[in-house]
């Protein structure tokens, strides 16, 4: 079955439209971006509880209760609560390095499956849990979970959308993580009303819920065109699935082209070894640089901890948890708006616009708080909603750039001969990065105060001229065609030389 938009084969594009195949299983694959926005937004709004921070974490509580000379910056300034937290993204940097040689030996869908089980797993584990050291266990199979899906999961994506849709499909990951916090906020709003204090239960074992979506799914979707030749010596099954994804047999084109690069990426029997190479080079200083900048542009501060933050500023448990649901809506739906314009935009563009929303909007709510924000007491109720409304803001920027686009440009700038360990370097740097962050953010938060926002806010200058200056359009360019942009560049091509010889000696290699 398949469903209008006709693609025909010219000016690099191959034969094909957008099938509802390919529509259900982008979809069902994405899931694995709900289960880890799920899990970024369920952890900060348990952590603000106080049934939850009472049970788990009881020197916090009583900080937040009982001392009123505490500094309004460091009331939850804990190592083991943020262990609880961060615990899940070591997990996630290790498991994603054991996902690639998974990914790459046997396929994407393998590695969908382990991280659906793991995310079951780790989902009873949390919300049955009766000490810290089971909840700390329940993040952690999560963290395995989130390695697993996040390593396999844009590439499975990338590879089975046509050239001109790959950003919009890959961005129902981002799309997917966006729901994902949204209905983490959502839900933590219901359960801390729950009469009882264990609502917190609830929101922790509700992971399990599209961790079975994606474990079905996982099963029933079919592998990659790519993944099948690079593990298979017959072409017919790989042309047989490219046929119905496409919803045309004409797919030669296309078909040669993955045979092709299988041919090279069979050449590479050590990739994480042969990535370091100078013809890799733009590849590895992005699969580095992006998810660093990811991490800098301040996100999941407040993702992780906007409840918190707001009740930094001032608010009450049930209207931080509110507040935070505001700003998950306005997260993703500026995803979606992404989705719709990432093809016809392209990527430099969305970040650049991006970049200057989130820098503007950091120092503006990094002054109020200098000057309306003193150690006790909180802000007012008209300056907290302004703080608010420039989160939503910023927000917005980051959800229509470096959110998605931190997910799809590398999953779409690797050749397949280092595709796999390629993703793995992006995704293990993304939870080594995030990791940093989440465990030292309470600690900074006491001790910057309001300046966390000018640091954050110093990093996005940075990265929007990196971005400027050295990341080239990929919008529209086949994904095993991908070689040429570099080639193009003003300074890469300084580095990486001439395709054609780079084409010339892989030959020579396989000859």
Request: proline letters at 4%.
């Amino acid at each position: 079955m398949a469903v209008g938009l006709a693609i025909a084969s010219e000016g690099g594009q191959y034969n094909g439209r957008l099938t509802l195949l390919v529509l259900v299983s982008c979809m069902m694959a994405a899931t694995g971006g709900i289960i880890f926005g799920y899990d970024l937004g369920i952890s900060g709004g348990v952590t603000s509880m106080e049934p939850f921070l009472k049970k788990f974490f009881p020197k916090v509580y009583t900080k937040m209760k009982e001392d009123t000379k505490i500094n309004n910056y460091c009331k939850f300034d804990s190592q083991l609560l943020t262990s609880f937290t961060s615990s899940l993204y070591i997990a996630g940097l290790i498991s994603s390095f054991l996902a690639s040689p998974v990914t790459g030996a046997f396929g994407r869908k393998p590695s969908i499956l382990i991280g659906g089980a793991a995310f079951l797993a780790g989902s009873a584990l949390g919300g049955a849990a009766v000490n810290v050291y089971m909840l700390i266990l329940g993040r952690v199979l999560l963290g395995v979970g989130v390695g697993f899906a996040n390593q396999s999961v844009p590439l499975y994506i990338s590879e089975m959308a046509l050239p001109r849709h790959r950003g919009a499909m890959n961005i129902g990951f981002q799309c997917g993580v966006g729901l994902g916090v949204l209905s983490a906020n959502i839900i933590n709003f219901g359960t801390e009303k729950i009469k009882g204090g264990w609502g917190w239960r609830i929101s922790l074992a509700l992971a399990a819920l599209p961790a079975s979506i994606l474990t079905i799914g996982a099963i029933l979707l079919p592998e990659t065109p790519n993944s099948l030749i690079q593990n298979s010596s017959n072409p017919d099954k790989a042309k047989t699935v490219l046929q119905r994804i496409r919803g045309t047999t004409d797919v030669q084109a296309e078909l040669d082209d993955l045979i092709e690069a299988s041919s090279i990426s069979k050449t590479i029997n050590r990739p994480f070894r042969k990535i370091i190479q100078r013809k890799y080079r733009p590849q590895l200083v992005m699969a580095i640089a992006i998810p660093f900048f990811q991490q800098v542009t301040g996100i999941n501060v407040i993702t992780f901890y906007a409840p918190i933050l707001f009740r930094t500023i001032g608010q009450g448990e049930s209207a931080s948890l509110m507040s935070a649901v505001v700003t998950g809506l306005v997260g993703t739906t500026a995803t979606f708006i992404s989705a719709l314009v990432v093809d016809k935009l392209g990527r430099k563009t969305l970040f650049m616009i991006g970049g200057i929303q989130m820098f503007a909007t950091q120092i503006t709510i990094g002054v109020i708080m200098a000057i309306l924000l003193v150690d006790h007491g909180g802000l007012s109720k008209g300056y907290a909603y302004l703080v608010l409304a420039l989160i939503c803001v910023y927000v917005a920027g980051f959800a229509w750039s470096w959110g998605p686009l931190g997910w799809l440009v590398p999953s779409e700038i690797f050749p397949l001969e280092i595709r796999s360990a390629g993703q793995s370097i992006t995704v293990a740097m993304g939870f080594l990065f995030t990791f940093i962050i989440a465990q030292s953010f309470l600690a900074m938060l006491c001790r910057f105060k309001s300046g966390i926002f000018f640091f954050f806010g110093g990093w996005v200058m940075v990265m929007t001229a990196f971005v400027y200056f050295l990341l080239p359009e990929t919008k529209n360019v086949p994904i095993e065609q991908m070689e040429k942009v570099w080639k193009d560049h003003w300074f890469w091509k300084i580095i990486v030389g001439e395709m054609d010889d780079e084409k010339k000696a892989y030959t020579q290699q396989g000859a």
